[in-house]
C-alpha cells in the first residue's frame, strides 16, 4: 500500500540540489555512450565553436537525480526513508514496489551546460499513483524536474516516468 | 557525419544517417559509472532474475543517450536540440564479453530517424524528427521525438 503521506507529495518539491558540472564527468560520460563529438571533450575544437567551451551533451544534466548531494535536508515528510528522488524510491521500495521500470522522459532545452557550471535542480512530483494490474499493483510516478545555471537561467527541464511494481 | 544540414537544404520523410551501437555487459557497466545510477538488474545476474527478466537489461537511459547523439551527430555543431522525447518499449540484452575489451559475437543495434516536417515557429527555424531503436532481429525497442532548430 501506499502510505497516504507518500500521495500527499503530490505537486510538492521533494527536494533541490546542487551540481557541479565537471570536465572529466563530461568525457567520462560521452565515453560510456561511445558518442566522440569533439564539443564535449577537445578544448581547442570546443573554444573556436559557438560555444566557446567544452559543453555537455544533452541528457548529462539527468545524472544530477543520482548525484545529487542532499546532504543537511530533511525529508519533505517523515514517511521518506531519507531525502530526494532515490529516498522516495526507496520508500516505494520498502512499501511493496522493490522494481524501478524506466518509462520514458521527456526534455526540453533552453541554454547550454558547461564544464564549470554550477546547476541547481528542483523536483517536484507530478503525479504518483497506484493502478490495479494482472500482476499485481503498479506505482506510476512523474517526476518534474527543472534546472538552473549559477547566472539563474532555467537550462532545461525534464519530465521522467517511472514505474514501481 | 556529412556536413552541415540547413533548414532549406532539410526534408521532410528523409532518413537521418543510422547509428549503429553494440551493447555489452562491459558498456552496461561504464554507464552505471558514468551516470551514477547504480540499480543492479543492469549489472547483477541474480537480481535481474528475480526482477523478472533473464539477465542485466541495457539501461533505458544508456538508449536515450544513444538516440540524442543520433541527432547532435546528425544537426551537427551549428544545429541545436531544443526537445526530445523517448519511451522504453520493451528491454535488450547486453553481448557478453569475450575478452577484456572484445565483445562476443551477437546482437548489433541501430539507432535511427527521420524527419517528420519543418517548419517555423517564433521565427524559429525548426525541424522535428522521429527517432528509434532497433534491436538486432530489427524490433523497435525504443521510440521518441526531437525538435532541432537549424541554421537556415
Redesign the interface.
Known amino acids: 500500500m501506499l502510505p497516504e503521506e507518500v500521495k500527499n507529495l503530490v505537486g510538492k518539491v521533494l527536494s533541490t540540489s546542487k551540481f557541479e558540472v565537471e570536465k572529466q ?1 563530461i568525457k ?2 560521452a ?5 566522440k ?1 569533439p ?1 564535449y571533450r577537445d578544448e581547442e575544437y570546443a573554444r573556436k ?2 560555444y566557446g567551451s567544452i559543453i555537455a ?3 548529462f544534466i ?2 544530477v ?3 545529487e548531494d542532499t546532504s543537511g535536508q530533511t525529508p519533505e515528510t517523515t514517511a521518506l526513508k531519507s531525502t530526494g528522488l532515490l529516498g522516495l524510491m526507496l520508500t516505494l521500495a520498502e512499501a511493496g514496489y522493490p ?2 521500470i ?8 533552453f541554454h547550454p551546460v558547461r564544464a564549470g557550471d554550477t546547476l541547481k535542480s528542483t523536483v517536484v512530483i507530478k503525479d504518483i499513483r497506484e493502478r490495479k494490474s494482472e500482476e499485481g499493483n503498479l506505482v506510476f510516478l512523474i517526476t518534474d524536474t527543472s534546472y538552473t545555471n549559477e547566472n539563474g537561467d532555467e537550462v532545461a527541464k525534464t519530465r521522467w516516468t517511472t514505474i514501481h511494481r | 557525419m556529412t556536413g552541415q544540414p540547413t533548414w532549406r537544404s532539410v526534408e521532410a520523410d528523409v532518413d537521418i544517417p543510422p547509428l549503429p551501437k553494440v551493447a555489452t555487459t562491459r558498456m552496461l557497466v561504464e554507464w552505471a559509472g558514468a551516470s551514477g545510477d547504480f540499480n543492479p538488474v543492469h549489472y547483477d545476474m541474480s537480481f535481474s532474475r528475480a526482477y523478472g527478466v533473464d539477465g542485466p537489461i541495457v539501461q533505458g537511459a544508456l538508449k536515450r543517450q544513444w538516440l540524442i547523439q543520433l541527432i547532435t551527430d546528425w544537426m551537427g555543431d551549428e544545429g541545436t536540440l531544443k526537445k526530445f522525447s523517448c519511451k522504453y518499449r520493451t528491454v535488450d540484452y547486453p553481448r557478453n564479453m569475450k575478452t577484456v575489451d572484445e565483445p562476443e559475437d551477437g546482437e548489433t543495434w541501430l539507432c535511427k530517424g527521420k524527419i517528420k516536417k519543418k517548419y517555423e515557429s517564433n521565427g524559429e527555424p525548426l525541424v522535428e524528427c522521429a527517432v528509434w531503436v532497433e534491436n538486432g532481429k530489427g524490433e523497435v525497442t525504443t521510440e521518441g521525438k526531437a525538435t532541432v532548430v537549424l541554421p537556415r
Open positions: 564527468s567520462r560520460f565515453e560510456a555512450v561511445g558518442d563529438n564539443l565553436s559557438r551533451p544533452p541528457g539527468s545524472s537525480w543520482f548525484w522494481n524501478i524506466d518509462s520514458g522522459i521527456d526534455y526540453e532545452f
